[in-house]
């Protein structure tokens, strides 16, 4: 290779690792596996040595990696967080085992330990207290997330009486178990938001929310793994980790002493095979010298320690045929397309379709017809296309590109800027919309209705007979028309008209969540339900007011704004109102406790130790009234943590008092 070609070839390799590791680290949506990235990594390195002269000191081989995002403070990390060398194969870990003994000689243990799949949390306590936690960020620094990790249950936030070290740090992995991750990233379809890819991306996103409140409601857990103190008080890993456990730590059980490379080999051939029955993903194992002296003996490269190394799974990977390319039209009129697949086996199971996720999925993929894929599935649920085999490319086979118009109803596709998805913008002649909408509002966490399911809702539209939620609700004057409908007998239908009716009982806030507004989960409409009392003042509120609400912030207040500003949908709730419907919250009778507050107006923002809910009950609870925004008339704005600043602002120009919780609660003398 000329000199001039290896220059040129390591800038775009750069250029290329570079992308990636901000894909993987600020956005948590990377594009590919950590096999290629770790291979480019590799030639990239390869061509820095071979022509050192064209050596940057800020190429991807040179740093640990990794972004620091902007919305958090930044920590510098009192030790480094590094990386972990990575091997492939038996060959590539029996030269790090050789490695180690011409260093140390032969007398010395391993640890090897799960290597979990999720984000690296530094953990600092002091006298047995969390005072915070940082991501790992670039190594040298990262965010303070403190405020979104003490929400996570099993991270002790006070430790029990112990013999730890007055002051410590701790490092562990942040993870979301996949049930978990399945039934949050279904509610995200169902509220229309975009799913993650993986449990690790859900984990990573959910730490770094702005509203610890949201991050309370998505279970994470962290395993800790390494203990790094002053003068630490334990000889070996081993015995930091059982004592770590002691202290209330969350110690992965899987763990074992090794004392041979054979028991390295055999702890991995069987957590190859075992990873798959664990309740969260694992990627490989780490391996990990036992004595701290020999630890210190062998000391660390400029990325990575060299008593440690990490073994990587081979992601199981098939080929197949590309049948065809089909898209789903959501009810929000999002446009998912789907690799259809000749059939194959793959760990375990056989794979028929993949997701294509979205456009830009798309062209990274540059699909041609009749082109063969590499299908993978790592610790991740839902198989994934990785790539092409060019090999296989039939000369002349045209692209296949993503469609421009509805596979629907042929409406041109629009995107919102910012969003990855199209969108069908035609929500009111779009079938599946229109049907997707109906089987929402009909659901079990919506209307629950009975003697109603997805299928039906399809027939009936198909026959005429619904096309918006109020139809519903007329069904019964066309009982004879029903009648005369395939399969449906006379019970059926008086099943379903009864389901119908009894429905017009259900809460204001399953109504409201079965609307469908985008961005309106269960909870929000709870929320809203609560704050706004009733719909009416749900469709008058203006930005500023539905703000002020308990977990609305700017995205959600404009999906309301958009969705009620819109004639069709304001008829539609004036159809259901005369239908009976509920569009009325249930007051909550209030206990007065005492007149403490009595006069007093208050506002409640950012995230607490009690919920928002909670506080507000206490205000009222002692007389107090809750305002919906911020004006000349509010006596105090109750402040937590991650307040957002233009409230902050507003209040500071209006002179009102900001107050703690705290302080709140000593004005009830509590
Ligand atoms: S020890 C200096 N142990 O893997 C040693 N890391 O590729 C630092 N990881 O940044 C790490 N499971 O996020 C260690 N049992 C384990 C691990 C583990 C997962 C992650 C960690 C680290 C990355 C390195």
Same mark, same amino acid.
Request: net charge negative; with cysteine; charged share 25%.
């Given at each position: 290779?000329?000199?001039?070609?290896?220059?040129?070839?390591?800038?775009?390799?750069?250029?290329?690792?570079?992308?990636?590791?901000?894909?993987?680290?600020?956005?948590?949506?990377?594009?590919?596996?950590?096999?290629?990235?770790?291979?480019?990594?590799?030639?990239?390195?390869?061509?820095?040595?071979?022509?050192?002269?064209?050596?940057?000191?800020?190429?991807?081989?040179?740093?640990?990696?990794?972004?620091?995002?902007?919305?958090?403070?930044?920590?510098?990390?009192? %030790?480094?967080?590094?990386?972990?060398?990575?091997?492939?194969?038996?060959?590539?870990?029996?030269?790090?085992?050789?490695?180690?003994?011409?260093?140390?000689?032969?007398?010395?243990?391993?640890?090897?330990?799960?290597?979990?799949?999720?984000?690296?949390?530094?953990?600092?306590?002091?006298?047995?207290?969390?005072?915070?936690?940082?991501?790992?960020?670039?190594?040298?620094?990262?965010?303070?997330?403190?405020?979104?990790?003490?929400?996570?249950?099993?991270?002790?936030?006070?430790?029990?009486?112990?013999?730890?070290?007055?002051?410590?740090?701790?490092?562990?992995?942040?993870?979301?178990?996949?049930?978990?991750?399945?039934?949050?990233?279904?509610?995200?379809?169902?509220?229309?938001?975009?799913?993650?890819?993986?449990?690790?991306?859900?984990?990573?996103?959910?730490?770094?929310?702005?509203?610890?409140?949201?991050?309370?409601?998505?279970?994470?857990?962290?395993?800790?793994?390494?203990?790094?103190?002053?003068?630490?008080?334990?000889?070996?890993?081993?015995?930091?980790?059982?004592?770590?456990?002691?202290?209330?730590?969350?110690?992965?059980?899987?763990?074992?002493?090794?004392?041979?490379?054979?028991?390295?080999?055999?702890?991995?051939?069987? %957590?190859?095979?075992?990873?798959?029955?664990?309740?969260?993903?694992?990627?490989?194992?780490?391996?990990?010298?036992?004595?701290?002296?020999?630890?210190?003996?062998?000391?660390?490269?400029?990325?990575?320690?060299?008593?440690?190394?990490?073994?990587?799974?081979?992601?199981?990977?098939?080929?197949?045929?590309?049948?065809?390319?089909?898209?789903?039209?959501?009810?929000?009129?999002?446009?998912?397309?789907?690799?259809?697949?000749?059939?194959?086996?793959?760990?375990?199971?056989?794979?028929?379709?993949?997701?294509?996720?979205?456009?830009?999925?798309?062209?990274?993929?540059?699909?041609?017809?009749?082109?063969?894929?590499?299908?993978?599935?790592?610790?991740?649920?839902?198989?994934?296309?990785?790539?092409?085999?060019?090999?296989?490319?039939?000369?002349?086979?045209?692209?296949?590109?993503?469609?421009?118009?509805?596979?629907?109803?042929?409406?041109?596709?629009?995107?919102?800027?910012?969003?990855?998805?199209?969108?069908?913008?035609?929500?009111?002649?779009?079938?599946?919309?229109?049907?997707?909408?109906?089987?929402?509002?009909?659901?079990?966490?919506?209307?629950?209705?009975?003697?109603?399911?997805?299928?039906?809702?399809?027939?009936?539209?198909?026959?005429?007979?619904?096309?918006?939620?109020?139809?519903? $609700?007329?069904?019964?004057?066309?009982?004879?028309?029903?009648?005369?409908?395939?399969?449906?007998?006379?019970?059926?239908?008086?099943?379903?008209?009864?389901?119908?009716?009894?429905?017009?009982?259900?809460?204001?806030?399953?109504?409201?969540?079965?609307?469908?507004?985008?961005?309106?989960?269960?909870?929000?409409?709870?929320?809203?339900?609560?704050?706004?009392?009733?719909?009416?003042?749900?469709?008058?509120?203006?930005?500023?007011?539905?703000?002020?609400?308990?977990?609305?912030?700017?995205?959600?207040?404009?999906?309301?704004?958009? $969705?009620?500003?819109?004639?069709?949908?304001?008829?539609?709730?004036?159809?259901?109102?005369?239908?009976?419907?509920?569009?009325?919250?249930?007051?909550?009778?209030?206990?007065?406790?005492?007149?403490?507050?009595?006069?007093?107006?208050?506002?409640?923002?950012?995230?607490?130790?009690?919920?928002?809910?909670?506080?507000?009950?206490?205000?009222?609870?002692?007389?107090?009234?809750?305002?919906?925004?911020?004006?000349?008339?509010?006596?105090?704005?109750?402040?937590?943590?991650?307040?957002?600043?233009?409230?902050?602002?507003?209040?500071?120009?209006?002179?009102?008092?900001?107050?703690?919780?705290?302080?709140?609660?000593?004005?009830?003398?509590?």
């Amino acid at each position: 290779m000329s000199p001039a070609e290896a220059k040129q070839q390591i800038e775009a390799l750069s250029a290329e690792l570079k992308q990636h590791t901000y894909n993987y680290y600020v956005l948590a949506m990377p594009t590919i596996s950590d096999f290629d990235f770790d291979k480019k990594l590799e030639t990239l390195a390869a061509l820095e040595k071979q022509f050192p002269g064209f050596l940057d000191p800020d190429s991807p081989t040179q740093r640990v990696g990794g972004f620091i995002t902007k919305e958090f403070q930044t920590v510098r990390h009192r %030790w480094p967080m590094l990386s972990l060398g990575n091997t492939y194969n038996e060959q590539e870990l029996l030269d790090f085992d050789q490695r180690i003994r011409k260093a140390i000689g032969d007398n010395f243990q391993y640890v090897c330990e799960l290597k979990f799949d999720g984000l690296s949390m530094s953990l600092t306590y002091q006298n047995g207290k969390l005072i915070r936690a940082v991501t790992r960020g670039d190594g040298t620094q990262g965010d303070d997330v403190t405020t979104n990790v003490k929400t996570i249950q099993s991270i002790p936030k006070q430790l029990k009486h112990g013999d730890y070290p007055a002051e410590f740090e701790i490092r562990g992995e942040v993870f979301m178990h996949l049930k978990a991750f399945e039934r949050l990233n279904q509610e995200r379809v169902e509220n229309g938001e975009q799913p993650y890819a993986n449990p690790r991306n859900f984990a990573s996103g959910t730490v770094k929310l702005q509203d610890s409140s949201e991050v309370a409601k998505r279970p994470l857990d962290c395993f800790l793994y390494f203990l790094y103190a002053e003068r630490p008080p334990f000889k070996t890993h081993w015995e930091s980790l059982q004592a770590v456990k002691s202290w209330g730590f969350h110690v992965n059980e899987h763990s074992r002493l090794c004392n041979t490379m054979d028991d390295v080999l055999a702890f991995i051939k069987e %957590w190859d095979k075992r990873r798959f029955d664990l309740s969260y993903d694992i990627d490989g194992i780490v391996i990990k010298v036992n004595s701290y002296a020999q630890q210190e003996e062998l000391g660390f490269t400029a990325k990575s320690p060299r008593w440690a190394i990490s073994y990587k799974f081979k992601a199981e990977q098939v080929q197949t045929e590309l049948l065809a390319v089909t898209y789903q039209v959501g009810r929000t009129g999002a446009v998912t397309p789907v690799a259809n697949l000749k059939p194959v086996l793959l760990a375990g199971t056989t794979v028929k379709r993949a997701t294509l996720h979205n456009a830009n999925e798309m062209l990274r993929l540059d699909l041609h017809k009749g082109d063969w894929v590499f299908v993978e599935k790592g610790g991740e649920i839902i198989p994934k296309i990785i790539g092409v085999n060019m090999e296989k490319r039939v000369t002349g086979a045209p692209t296949i590109d993503y469609v421009t118009e509805c596979p629907a109803c042929a409406t041109p596709l629009t995107r919102v800027e910012g969003e990855a998805a199209f969108y069908c913008p035609n929500d009111e002649g779009c079938p599946p919309q229109i049907t997707g909408k109906i089987q929402h509002f009909i659901g079990r966490k919506a209307m629950n209705i009975d003697g109603l399911g997805d299928e039906t809702i399809e027939a009936l539209y198909q026959r005429g007979f619904i096309h918006h939620i109020s139809d519903l $609700y007329k069904l019964y004057e066309q009982i004879d028309d029903l009648k005369k409908m395939e399969r449906f007998g006379e019970k059926s239908i008086n099943n379903m008209l009864d389901g119908i009716e009894k429905s017009k009982q259900m809460p204001f806030e399953k109504v409201l969540f079965g609307l469908g507004i985008r961005y309106i989960g269960e909870t929000v409409a709870k929320k809203l339900a609560v704050h706004f009392k009733n719909i009416d003042n749900l469709m008058a509120a203006t930005l500023d007011e539905l703000v002020v609400a308990e977990e609305i912030g700017d995205r959600i207040a404009h999906s309301i704004i958009e $969705y009620f500003g819109n004639e069709h949908h304001r008829e539609e709730i004036k159809k259901l109102k005369a239908a009976g419907l509920q569009f009325v919250a249930e007051e909550k009778e209030v206990v007065l406790q005492s007149e403490a507050l009595a006069g007093k107006t208050f506002i409640i923002s950012g995230t607490f130790e009690k919920s928002r809910d909670e506080l507000k009950d206490i205000i009222e609870q002692n007389g107090g009234k809750i305002l919906s925004s911020i004006s000349a008339k509010l006596n105090y704005l109750v402040a937590g943590d991650n307040m957002g600043p233009s409230k902050l602002e507003k209040a500071q120009k209006l002179n009102i008092p900001i107050i703690s919780d705290e302080e709140l609660m000593g004005m009830i003398g509590g």
